[in-house]
Structure formats: structure tokens, C-alpha cells
């Protein structure tokens, strides 16, 4: 590639997404040239779970990694380009295009949607990793339905952990909430309602030290921060709730970004800076699910249209 005349493209894409593939299967048929560039798998988060059964139009649900090749086949199908490069910086041009710089040198787009999403905080312990799809997760409104009539251990204090445990209940014959602390971040309301679940059991100052199975989760290994007790809960799933990063490093100095790094849009997924969008889980607000993402990522598509349509780009 010439560095000094770099590829100019319609719209480019950050991140591979749901939200990232919609919008690039929305910008491609509308004839825009497209890419999208992908530092790590295509499919985002998605791509990991076992088994989507959430997504309308799969009455049987569908593999994740399979959802996220149809879409990338979709995508392809369209003329939209995926690069495997990681993205370094967006600057605005000057009455211009953006100028976008990867690892493999710089590129140029008129409008951009940023649909890097977010990173779920991990614990770091032992069998976590593993068992991801196996047990562990961090989305109990997507696989609490596979835990029926049996055990299971929800991580964390704030308002994430608290819904999500009081939603798990409607699934699980017990949950263990587990946090770290004494008190809890959660509102007042979600406290109340987390205490008076009868299947809601109430793990204080204990922090999960590893996760235990052979194929799929058994147990998990609980460790007291006070006494250094250890003990095992025999659970079936370990739903995981201490937070996300959101991938926003880009962003930063561009837009506003909320103070735990999401970034402010409307309701078209516009920023304040003219042809830069946001969608999915970096912005702020945003659902956490994959049918939410794919509908942020058209609807980006299309205020991205609009914006180049009303620039003159492509015309005549």
C-alpha cells in the first residue's frame, strides 16, 4: 500500500461484531464501499457462546461461531471488505476524510462507525476460561434457560449481578450470590428483592478462587477474604457480573464518553463529530444483546448513508 495515497473507502467499520457485520451488510448493499477491520475474531463476544437461542428466526437456536460465519458470508456476498488489522487512531479530516491508521498502514473513510464493543471483566482464576460456554458466562438473560432445576453461582455486587440473579431465579433451583465484600453497590430496590428471593442465597466477603468440572462446570471453589476459608459450592454454572471495559480507546478525546467509557450517541447512533458513529455495547445505554447490536448497527448504516447523500459523495 502507498502510504501517501492510502485506500479510501466509503465507510470503514471498527469491529466485527454483530453490530460491525449489520453495518456493513447495510453499507454494502447500499452500494458504499465498505470495510471492516477486526483485531481478534469475527463475530465479537457471539462467536464464543455455544448456543444462541434469543435471536429471532432460529426456533432451534444456532452455534455462535456459526451465527457470526453467516453473517460474514452475508457481508461478503455484498462486496464488503474484512481486514484483520488492528486500528491504531481515527482522525478527522480536516473538511476531509478520516484517515484511519492499523498496524498495516493508514487508510481514509468518509463517515466510520465505531462498533468495538465492550470486554467483559473477568475474574482470572483457574478453569475460567475453560469452561467459557460450559458453564461460565456473562449473560444469564442469554443462557440462564440451560440451567434448569439446578445449582448455580452468580459473581458480584452491583446492579448487573443483582438483575441478572433475580432473573437466573426464574431458571435455577438456587442461586449463590457471591461478592467480595460486606455491602453492596446495588440500588436499594434490587437489594430488597435480591434478599426476600426465597432461592437467593447471600455469599459475603468471599471471592471465587478457581472453577471445577471435567466437560462442563461441577463446582466452584469459594475462598472466605476474612477467615481464608476455603469451601466448594457444587454448582452447575458460574455466571460472571464485575463489570465491562468498553474498547474506547480510540475514542477518547473525540466524543463523549461517559465515565465508564461509553460513548454518547442519539438515537441515530450519531456523535457530535459529523460522519463518526457509534453502535452496540461502546455506546452508552445500550441493551448487551446481539439483537440489539445488529439493530444499532443499521440503524448507523443508515444515518451513515444519510450523511454521505447529503455530503454528494458518490454521486454522479
Known amino acids: 500500500m502507498n502510504a501517501e495515497r492510502p485506500e479510501t473507502y466509503d465507510i470503514a467499520i471498527i469491529g466485527a461484531g454483530g453490530a460491525g457485520l449489520t453495518a456493513a451488510l447495510y453499507g454494502a448493499r447500499a452500494r458504499r464501499r465498505t470495510v471492516v477491520f477486526e483485531r481478534l475474531i469475527t463475530g465479537g463476544q457471539i462467536a464464543t457462546t455455544e448456543l444462541v437461542e434469543n435471536y429471532p428466526g432460529f426456533p432451534q437456536g444456532i452455534n455462535g461461531a456459526d451465527f ?15 481486514r484483520y488489522e488492528d486500528v491504531q487512531s481515527i482522525t478527522p479530516g480536516a473538511g476531509g476524510p478520516f484517515r484511519i491508521e492499523t498496524g498495516e498502514g493508514p487508510y481514509e473513510a468518509h463517515a466510520v462507525i465505531a462498533t468495538a464493543g465492550a470486554d467483559y471483566n473477568k475474574l482470572g482464576v483457574p478453569g475460567e476460561d475453560e469452561f467459557i460456554g460450559r458453564g461460565v458466562s456473562y449473560c444469564a438473560t442469554c443462557d440462564a434457560a440451560f440451567f434448569q432445576d439446578v445449582e448455580v453461582v452468580v459473581v458480584g455486587g452491583g446492579d448487573a449481578a443483582f438483575d441478572e440473579a433475580l432473573f437466573t431465579t426464574r431458571y435455577a433451583s438456587k442461586v449463590w450470590l457471591v461478592h467480595r465484600r460486606e455491602t453492596f453497590r446495588a440500588s436499594a430496590l434490587l437489594q430488597e428483592r435480591v434478599f426476600a428471593n426465597p432461592k437467593i442465597e447471600i455469599v459475603r ?21 476474612q ?23 480510540l475514542l477518547k478525546g473525540l466524543v463523549e464518553l461517559d465515565e465508564g467509557g461509553h460513548a454518547h450517541v442519539d438515537l441515530r447512533m450519531r456523535t457530535k463529530v459529523p460522519g463518526l458513529f457509534v453502535a452496540g455495547d ?35
Open 227 to 249: 477467615t481464608g476459608e476455603v469451601s466448594t459450592l457444587p454448582v452447575e454454572a458460574v455466571f460472571i457480573f464485575i463489570g465491562q471495559t468498553p474498547n474506547s480507546h
Open 282 to 316: 461502546l455506546r452508552v445505554e445500550a441493551a448487551r444483546q446481539l439483537v440489539s447490536a445488529c439493530g444499532d448497527g443499521a440503524t448507523a448504516a443508515l444515518a451513515a448513508e444519510a450523511y454521505l447523500a447529503e455530503l454528494g459523495i458518490g454521486e454522479g
Open 205 to 225: 466477603n468471599s471471592v471465587v478462587e478457581r472453577i471445577v468440572g471435567e466437560q462442563m462446570v461441577e463446582g466452584a471453589e469459594l475462598r472466605d477474604v
Open 68 to 82: 457470526a460465519m453467516n453473517l460474514v458470508e452475508q457481508v461478503s456476498r455484498f462486496g464488503a471488505e474484512l
